[in-house]
């Protein structure tokens, strides 16, 4: 079983910078794919950003390329996403997710891909 705690939501304001973290409970997260999906309102959870087992590759969506990074600590305990030029359409709850799977080749991005969530935390993005 593996835990995931994020952190780092809030308020900000158009154009201004969000870093969040994601956090294994009593584990490191070195052999695990991670990745991040975000769920406005009314909408279905998407993909946001990945990273690889190896932290090698990663894999953004569109709407965030160039304005979001994945990256993971030396230590290979928490997992970041730097998020910056916020929108407006940014606003949702984010989530972190695990990858355990020992097969997996390359980075995973679909939703049951992953196996194990975090509990999600608010980004707002006001205008």
């Known amino acids: 079983q593996v835990q995931l705690v994020e952190s780092g939501g809030g308020l900000v304001q158009v154009g201004g910078s969000l870093r969040l973290s994601c956090a294994a409970s009593?584990?490191?997260?070195?052999?695990?794919?991670m990745g991040w999906f975000r769920q406005a309102p009314g909408k279905e959870r998407e993909f946001v950003a990945a990273?690889?087992?190896?932290?090698?590759?990663?894999s953004y969506a569109d709407s965030v390329k160039g304005r979001f990074t994945i990256s993971r600590d030396n230590a290979k305990i928490t997992v970041y996403l730097q998020m910056n030029s916020l929108k407006p359409e940014d606003t949702a709850v984010y989530y972190c997710?695990?990858?355990?799977?020992?097969?997996?080749?390359?980075?995973?991005?679909?939703?049951?891909?992953?196996?194990?969530w975090g509990q999600g935390t608010q980004v707002t993005v006001s205008s």
């Open positions: 997710a695990a990858d355990v799977s020992p097969l997996r080749v390359g980075v995973p991005t679909r939703y049951n891909e992953f196996d194990f």
């Open positions: 009593g584990r490191t997260l070195r052999t695990y794919g």
């Open positions: 990273m690889s087992r190896s932290g090698g590759s990663t």
